[in-house]
C-alpha cells in the first residue's frame, strides 16, 4: 500500500462513523489483495508477504468489531476466519489461489456494509479531528486540499 492510499484510508477513518469505518476497512483488505496479487506476479516476494500479513490483521480487526448481541455476527466471525485462512494458504503456497477466495467473499461483503453505510447518519466518532476539504482550490497538476485547524482539537484541558 503507498502512502498516497495509507493518507486517503487515514483521512476516511478520522471522519467516519462506526459504519463507514467498516466500509474504510473492506477497502484496505481489497487493495492489500491486489497489491499481494501484484507482487506474486511480480515477483515480489517481500511485497506480496506484507500485503497478505497486513490484510490479515485487518480481518482480525474486523473480527474484534463484532458485536456477539447479533446473530449475524457469528456467521461474519466465520467468513473472516475463512479469508485469514485462505490468505495464510496463499501466504504458504506462494500461489494467488486463497487471494482470489478471499476476494470472492470480501467483495460481495464490502458492496453490502457500503449500502448499510449509506443510511447511517450518525456522527463521526473522532470528534475532534481536522477537517480536510478537497476540490476548494486547484493547482496546476491536481486538487489542493484545504486543513481546518480547529483550536479544540486534541485534548482539552
Known sequence: M?????NTFTRRITNGNKSEIIVVLFDMIKVDLDDALDG????E????????????????????????????????????????????????SGRDEGILEAKEVIVPLSEA????AESDDSAPLMENAQKIAAGLTYGKNDI????????NRGFLA
Do not use: G
Open 40 to 43: 506474486l506476479h511480480n515477483h
Open 45 to 92: 516476494q517481500e511485497e506480496y508477504m506484507e500485503a497478505l500479513r497486513h490484510a490479515s490483521e485487518v480481518l482480525e480487526h474486523l473480527q474484534e468489531a463484532l458485536d456477539f448481541n447479533y446473530d449475524i455476527s457469528k456467521d461474519l466471525y466465520s467468513l473472516y476466519d475463512y479469508c485469514k485462512r485462505a490468505i495464510a494458504k496463499s501466504m504458504y
Open 2 to 6: 503507498n502512502q498516497e492510499a495509507i
Open 113 to 116: 456494509f457500503e449500502e448499510v
Open 144 to 151: 489542493n486540499e484545504s486543513v481546518d485547524t480547529d483550536s
